[in-house]
């Protein structure tokens, strides 16, 4: 595994494709994701070594969409934040959310928080999923805060800026993987997204295994990073 690799950012699409070509509901294929994909994949990081994940659960768009498939989706999340965040915690994971959650029913705000709370001391790895997120919306309010703070455009550069962020704190990702087929970011992490490596795969996110997270690691591992300068020397 290259050892530079610290933060993996997935957008999880093509879960309403999986379930629509088996003849299910659309919810269906959050629900097989929530049950089967994602847990083996933040494994999978853990195993190897990687301290950061982030998946974009539900967007600032997504409100738009069917109210039976969003109520569906708030149901899945309540199944996240209890059975199956209580099992990140207990293996040493910490939570994080990304995105303004305030616009989700009062239960879902009260366990997201309680659920970071509880897991804010561990170390294995950090795991944060992207709910009401947008791009946009998240640097407009960065930008907000910083107006509240009443802060000098002198005292802002990008280490201010980055830090009113919602991934403040965190590394930017090293690569950002989009499932599903589709080749573009969608204003997923763009400030954050400067020099990730992209990775566009066809396998819809229910069929996204850790077997094919680990041959983009290998893809990633080929791949040369410069960040404007010149070419970084490669690890035999």
């Known amino acids: 595994m290259e050892p530079s690799i610290k933060h993996i950012a997935i957008l999880m699409d093509g879960n309403r494709r999986w379930a629509k070509q088996k003849g299910m509901e659309p919810f269906k294929g959050h629900e097989y994701a929530a049950n089967h994909t994602i847990e083996p994949l933040i494994e999978k990081c853990v195993d190897l070594g990687i301290p950061y994940v982030t998946f974009w659960a539900f967007s600032t768009e997504n409100w738009k969409r069917d109210e039976t498939e969003v109520n569906e989706l708030l149901r ?30 009062k239960d ?8 970071m709370n509880k897991s804010s001391q561990n170390h294995a790895i950090t795991v944060s999923f992207a709910l009401n997120y947008g791009g946009r919306d998240e640097i407009l309010r960065a930008v907000k805060k910083i107006i509240q703070e009443k802060l000098t455009s002198d005292n802002v550069n990008e280490e201010i800026f980055s830090a009113h962020l919602d991934t403040s704190g965190m590394p930017d990702p090293d690569m950002i993987i989009r499932t599903g087929g589709e080749q573009r970011t969608s204003g997923y992490l763009p400030w954050q997204s400067a020099y990730s490596e992209l990775f566009f795969t066809p396998t819809l996110f229910p069929d996204f295994t850790p077997n094919k997270l680990e041959e983009i690691i ?7 990073r ?3 300068g010149d070419s970084t020397p490669k690890t035999k």
């Open 218 to 224: 290998r893809d990633f591992s080929h791949r040369d």
């Open 108 to 115: 879902i705000v009260e366990k997201s928080i309680e659920t």
């Open 76 to 105: 899945i999340f309540r199944f996240a934040f209890g059975g199956l965040a209580t099992r990140f915690i207990k293996r040493g994971a910490k939570l994080k959310i990304l995105g303004d959650i305030s616009r989700f029913p």
């Open 226 to 228: 410069r960040f404007g």
